[in-house]
């Protein structure tokens, strides 16, 4: 496949600005497989699990507004259990005072609000596996990075992995082969995927970009 054209400094530089956890050449893989997916599959969405403040939902959110369809960014916006208190990744500011949990919708808007995505990018705000039970929709391409606990991202990866559409794309975040580097689950549902029939496109960093073959 020939290189996807470049993101514009204006989202770029919206993409990094934007709070969260994707470093900048992750998120430009993401945009690359995101401008990859909207010319193997015309037409279809793209769907990310893992929003939170948005940061990921740029990359992919433009490549969406790029190729004429849209991102749909589901999120529960309270917070993975790595994000909760007393975590590494957790960042005190996004809790809501009044009801003492985290809400990172507000922040998330402000996001795509800034980076004047808004029109190319659908908040989808409940718990994946209650919205997946209902999907029926093939997607373009499916970005997981939800819910990093073993349960979570294996039935993430099984619920969702059927709705790739044949020739579309999978991404799949914070993958460690080296246990030292991070924690299995990610890395399981990558394996499981090379399993299923998904070939590897391309590896950037942690993220991995596999291509649905069957
Ligand atoms: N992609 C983001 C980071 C995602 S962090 C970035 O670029 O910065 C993981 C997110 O997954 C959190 O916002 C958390 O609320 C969400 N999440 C975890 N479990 C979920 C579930 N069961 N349903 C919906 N969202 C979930
Ligand atoms: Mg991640």
């Not at 059927?162 to 999978?170: C, I, K, Q, R």
Request: glycine share 12%; aromatic share 8%.
């Amino acid at each position: 496949m020939s290189p996807a054209p470049a993101l514009s400094s204006a989202l770029l530089a919206a993409a990094i600005a934007a709070r969260g956890f994707m470093p900048t050449d992750e998120g430009n893989g993401l945009w690359d497989a995101a401008m990859e997916a909207g010319v193997a599959v015309p037409g279809s969405p793209f769907l990310e699990i893992g929003s939170y403040c948005g940061k990921s939902s740029v990359w992919l959110g433009a490549a969406a507004q790029a190729s004429g369809t849209v991102l749909f960014a589901l999120d529960h916006h309270r917070g993975s259990e790595e994000n909760q208190a007393g975590w590494d990744h957790h960042e005190a500011d996004l809790v809501d005072p009044e009801i003492g949990r985290m809400d990172t919708l507000p922040r998330f808007r402000r996001t795509l609000f800034d980076a004047g995505l808004e029109a190319s990018v659908v908040a989808v705000v409940g718990d994946s596996p209650t919205v997946g039970r209902f999907w029926t929709m093939p997607l373009a391409l499916l970005f997981i990075d939800g819910g990093h606990g073993s349960e979570p991202a294996h039935r993430d990866y099984e619920q969702w992995a059927p709705h790739v559409a044949a020739g579309g794309t999978l991404c799949i975040h914070d993958v460690f082969p080296n246990p030292a580097d991070g924690g299995r689950p990610p890395y399981e549902i990558y394996l499981r995927a090379l399993e299923d029939g998904f070939a590897d496109r391309r590896a950037v960093g942690s993220l991995r970009v596999l291509t649905r073959t069957t």
